[in-house]
């Protein structure tokens, strides 16, 4: 199993308090990815890193922000919690890219299930 | 509007039988489609992939099949056993990875 770990695994918020999740990889792999997964819609990228310091918006970024300044960690903000943000969060690695023109695999982390009241 | 789309939410199959996942995809320059398998609360792991030069992949028991004119796949697992029961996913890839909505398969004893 590649090394990911998600902390918290679990958290319970109210709506409007920040919220920062964190990803952790011992794999130094280059790429990290944070995704949502809502029933009846999959998964879906919110942010992606492609370096330190590096980061570039996915396909539902609005309310969210990221920052990696070290290698292995990956932090997902939420700034002001909805409950529209309500979801299972999943963090993923890979050593590639199909950005820098050759395939890769993704590896994902357990997941955090955050919920918002 | 879904690039990739799985349209059965769910899929139940006899211990030992075929099973058959399908995805449909919208986007021609789709030029890799893999296949994603997760257990609950555990993240996706990487099942198979194929290129979009290819018409078949197979690894062991789980065979893809690529037809790039109807703009489907489907992933066959040969024979189907109990752990295979989880929910799969189809992602497609140009310069960013999609991913279906997932189907459930149930392996019945």
């Known amino acids: 199993d590649a090394g990911i770990t998600q902390s918290p695994r679990h958290k319970v918020t109210e709506t409007g308090t920040p919220v920062t999740l964190r990803c952790h990889q011992t794999e130094n792999h280059r790429y990290m990815y944070w995704y949502r997964q809502d029933p009846g819609h999959g998964l879906r990228l919110i942010h992606y890193?492609?370096?330190?310091?590096?980061?570039d918006k996915g396909e539902v970024s609005d309310g969210y922000s990221v920052s990696r300044s070290k290698t292995e960690d990956f932090l997902l903000t939420l700034e002001s919690a909805t409950s529209s943000q309500t979801s299972v969060y999943f963090c993923?690695?890979?050593?590639?890219?199909?950005?820098?023109?050759?395939?890769?695999?993704?590896?994902f982390g357990p997941g955090t299930r955050l919920t918002v009241t | 509007d879904q690039q990739v789309k799985q349209n059965s939410p769910s899929l139940s199959v006899q211990e030992g039988r075929i099973s058959i996942l399908n995805c449909d995809y919208t986007?021609?320059?789709?030029?890799?489609f893999l296949w994603y398998k997760k257990y609950p609360a555990e993240g996706p792991t990487f099942l198979i992939s194929?290129?979009?030069?290819?018409d078949k992949n197979e690894d062991g028991r789980f065979t893809v099949f690529l037809n790039k004119s109807a703009k489907h796949l489907s992933l066959h697992i040969v024979p189907s056993q109990p752990g295979d029961s989880a929910v799969y996913f189809c992602?497609?890839?140009?310069?960013?990875?999609?991913f279906g909505k997932g189907t459930r398969l149930h392996i019945l004893p």
């Open positions: 993923a690695i890979s050593e590639s890219s199909v950005m820098a023109g050759t395939f890769y695999e993704q590896y």
């Open positions: 986007n021609s320059m789709f030029d890799y």
């Open positions: 194929i290129s979009s030069i290819k």
């Open positions: 890193s492609y370096g330190v310091k590096d980061t």
């Open positions: 992602a497609a890839m140009d310069d960013k990875i999609i």
